[in-house]
């Protein structure tokens, strides 16, 4: 069989489609896709379930209405297939459009196929074999589907597939807890569905501060049913659709719905890609391991975004793969990829913005650190929502007054957090964030000033004991 040779393979149109730019014009590129051009983000992850949770906010809002404001308003229903009609009315256009452009550059060849190495530097794409001088692998993540008796046997949805659903569920059963059953699990409950979280640990949102997730876990109680600390006993199907028996803190349960979304997680796309015939090195969780420069183990291999398993986030994966596109054109200048804390949100409700570390791991470091929390309803906006749940938490190193950990729960918590994330990147200290602008009163990000100033006096306190 023969082998094409190229300069450039890059596995995966996400992020991996803009390592392709004009210095690229003389090079022989090979692009390998699968799937629908765009990846996770475009087709079935950030951009469709914010446009279904923009929505689903609005929902919301209506039907708990403002009585304590003096106004009354009310939800009616969601028309579910004009939402979808809506949504991927406008995604999958981009993404055909995406497809269509690679097939039109005269020196890149695009593999629609699954594709596995099969040696040094060499993929076998729909029975083609390829080889690049370079390779860049940006293959991703899918879905973790967990080994649950009888879950095999009954239909499921991932988040892959539950966004284009024919009909809204009456009542929807959520395997996890965690941001993206989250999520999903608020646009369900918003738009009218019942909704049912089974999660095996004690809380939601298990991976942010411990003060984050438990607020989060007691706002959720009031939305949503449920389980947790549950064991999966078993999944069967019924005549009216599915059922989950689980053994939960509150005892045994019998879970009966009529759609079962499977969110437990995601796994490394390595192994489908047989990246040990390429002589690449995985973890133990199958993430394929790179150095600070995005090399992998097996030399000119590169690997980017969440197959690497540095972070699971389009915004990082965006950014490491400007690092490749420059590093693969300059081998004798490598740039890092960014190793500042990365700043994440959760876009449920409420929502969550953080970055940096939680208030256990500065604990585990043993390093001195302090720590303050405000609530949203101490600044002037926020007293205006009457807000009495959402908070701003800091956790700061008193021995350079810097912020080291940003935890924000509540309305705009994605915007509050940049402003601390800005901060944080920039290299300025919490006085220097506090006090070096001028904040606009009475804006909502009064929270975060405060939240600031009241370090600083943990700061002062610390210095003063010590």
Not at 13 to 31: C, K, T, V, Y
Not at 90 to 114: C, F, K, M, W
Not at 169 to 192: D, K, M, N
Not at 440 to 452: F, K, M, T
């Amino acid at each position: 069989m023969s082998t094409e040779q190229y300069d450039l393979v890059i596995i995966g149109s996400g992020s991996g489609n803009s390592i392709i730019g004009p210095e690229m014009d003389g090079m022989r590129i090979a692009m390998v896709e699968r799937g629908a051009f765009g990846g996770t983000c475009l087709n079935r992850g950030c951009i469709p379930s914010k446009m279904f949770i923009y929505p689903a906010d609005l929902a919301q809002h209506a039907a708990e209405g403002g009585a304590k404001y003096g106004i009354r308003t009310e939800f009616h229903g969601a028309d579910w297939q004009a939402m979808v009609h809506r949504v991927f009315g406008r995604i999958d256009p981009i993404a055909e459009g995406g497809r269509q452009y690679r097939h039109s550059l005269t020196n890149v060849d695009v593999y629609e196929h699954s594709a596995h190495f099969v040696g040094d530097r060499e993929l076998d794409a729909g029975g083609t074999v390829i080889r690049g001088e370079q390779v860049v692998i940006a293959a991703g993540a899918r879905s973790y589907v967990p080994d649950v008796p009888g879950l095999d046997q009954v239909p499921f949805h991932t988040s892959d597939s539950i966004m284009r659903i024919a009909r809204l569920p009456e009542h929807l059963v959520v395997l996890g807890g965690g941001f993206i059953a989250c999520e999903l699990g608020h646009v369900f409950r918003s738009l009218g569905s019942k909704v049912t979280i089974i999660n095996r640990g004690h809380g939601l949102m298990r991976a942010e501060d411990h003060d984050v997730a438990q607020r989060f876990t007691e706002l959720a109680a009031e939305r949503f049913d449920l389980a947790l600390g549950a064991h999966v006993d078993h999944v069967r199907m019924t005549a009216d659709g599915i059922r989950v028996e689980v053994t939960c803190d509150g005892g045994p349960r019998t879970i009966d719905g009529d759609v079962l979304l499977v969110a437990t997680g995601r796994i490394a796309n390595s192994d489908q890609l047989r990246v040990e015939a390429g002589g690449i090195a995985v973890d133990e969780m199958g993430n394929v391991v790179v150095d600070g420069y995005g090399r992998t183990s097996a030399p000119g291999v590169w690997a980017l975004g969440d197959i690497n398993g540095r972070h699971q986030l389009k915004h990082m994966a965006n950014g490491e793969a400007k690092v490749v596109r420059h590093n693969v054109m300059h081998p004798d200048d490598l740039r890092p990829y960014d190793q500042r804390p990365a700043p994440h949100a959760v876009f449920s409700s409420p929502q969550i913005g953080a970055v940096g570390l939680t208030e256990a791991q500065a604990q585990a470091s043993g390093e001195p650190y302090c720590m303050i929390t405000h609530g949203y309803g101490g600044a002037a906006y926020g007293w205006a929502m009457e807000d009495t749940t959402s908070f701003c938490k800091l956790i700061g190193d008193p021995r350079t007054r810097t912020v080291i950990g940003a935890h924000v729960l509540g309305p705009q918590a994605s915007m509050l957090v940049q402003l601390l994330v800005q901060g944080m990147h920039l290299g300025n200290t919490a006085d220097e964030m506090a006090v070096g602008q001028v904040w606009i009163h009475p804006a909502l990000s009064e929270v975060v000033e405060q939240a600031l100033l009241a370090l600083m006096e943990q700061f002062d306190a610390w210095v003063a004991a010590h």
